[in-house]
C-alpha cells in the first residue's frame, strides 16, 4: 500500500493514526473510481480493489466508505441534485484567524472559497486554495457542480502538492462543502486544522473575498468574452499569470 499511495512507512503510521481510519482505504478506492471516469458502483470497486491491488475489502466497507467521501457515479449525481446537500452544524468550526491575514510562513493558513463563473445564462464553479504567506494559489478546481468532491478534491490536490501540511490552518466560510464529513476526514487525516468566517460575515475572509474581485476584473471584464468555455480558459491563463507574474501585496487585507 506504500508504494501504491508514494508515502513512506513513516508517514503513513502518523496518519495512521489520526481520527479518521478510513484515509488510505478511502485512497485506494478514489483511484479505482476514478480510473473507471467515475462509473463504478461499491461492488465493482470491490472488484477492481482486488484485480489492480490484490486487496480484498468487504462490499459493505467499500459503500460506507463511498458515501462518506461522496463518491458517486454521475447518473446518481445527476439523478440526485446539490441541492439535497445540508450543512452539518456540528462541523462548523471556530474562527481561528481572527482577521490577522499577515502570516510568517509558508503553509501556516490557507484560505478557500468557491465562486461562480457565469456568461450568458451558464456557469461554472471555481474552487481556490490560496497561501496567505505569499498570497499565492496552492491548488484550484474548475467544475460545472457546485458540490463536496469540487471542495475535497482542491484540498486533495493542495495536500498533494506541498505534502507536509500538519498544522496548517485552512480558513472558509461554513458552505455545506465545508462543514462535510468528506471535508472534515480528509483534514484531520492530514493534521490540518479547520478555521471558519462567522455565518454571513465574508469580511472575515476578506483576502479571498479580494482575489475573486481582482479575478473577474482582469478576466470577464476587462475582455470581449463570446462563450463560457472563452471565460474558463481565459480565467485558467490568469491564474497561471496571477502565481507566476503578477504583482501582490502580502500585506493588504
Known amino acids: 500500500m506504500l508504494s501504491v499511495l508514494n508515502l513512506s512507512r513513516q ?6 493514526m489520526s481520527e479518521d481510519k478510513d484515509y488510505f482505504d478511502y485512497l485506494l478506492i478514489k483511484q479505482v473510481f476514478e480510473e473507471s471516469k467515475y462509473t463504478y458502483g461499491y461492488r465493482r470497486i470491490q472488484e477492481g480493489l482486488l484485480v489492480k491491488f490484490g486487496v480484498s475489502f468487504n462490499h459493505k466497507k467499500v459503500a460506507r466508505i ?5 463518491l458517486k457515479p454521475e447518473y446518481i449525481k445527476r439523478i440526485r441534485p446539490n441541492t439535497t ?9 471556530p474562527d481561528l484567524v481572527k482577521r490577522n491575514f499577515n502570516v ?3 503553509n501556516q493558513v490557507w484560505t478557500t472559497d468557491i465562486t461562480y463563473l457565469i456568461f450568458n445564462g451558464k456557469r461554472l464553479y471555481l474552487s481556490t486554495i490560496l497561501d496567505l504567506f505569499d498570497r499565492k494559489i496552492v491548488a484550484y478546481k ?3 457542480f457546485n458540490n463536496i468532491p469540487l471542495v475535497t478534491n482542491t484540498l486533495n490536490e493542495a495536500i498533494s502538492k506541498r505534502k507536509d501540511v500538519h498544522g496548517t490552518i485552512i480558513h472558509s466560510d461554513q458552505g455545506f462543502q465545508y462543514t462535510s464529513y468528506e471535508y472534515k476526514a480528509i483534514c484531520e487525516a492530514n493534521g490540518i ?16 473575498e479580494s482575489f475573486h474581485s481582482i479575478l473577474k476584473k482582469e478576466t470577464l471584464y476587462n475582455n470581449n468574452i463570446s462563450s463560457l468555455e472563452e471565460y474558463q480558459a481565459l480565467v485558467e491563463d490568469w491564474l497561471l499569470f496571477y502565481n507566476t507574474t503578477r504583482l501582490k501585496n502580502k500585506r493588504r487585507s
Open 11 to 16: 508517514t503513513y503510521y502518523k496518519y495512521r
Open 85 to 93: 446537500y445540508k450543512r452539518i452544524q456540528e462541523n462548523v468550526k
Open 193 to 208: 486544522r479547520i478555521s471558519m468566517s462567522r455565518k454571513g460575515t465574508p469580511i472575515d475572509d476578506s483576502p479571498m
Open 104 to 106: 510568517s510562513k509558508e
Open 142 to 144: 474548475i467544475s460545472k
Open 66 to 70: 463511498m458515501a462518506k467521501y461522496n
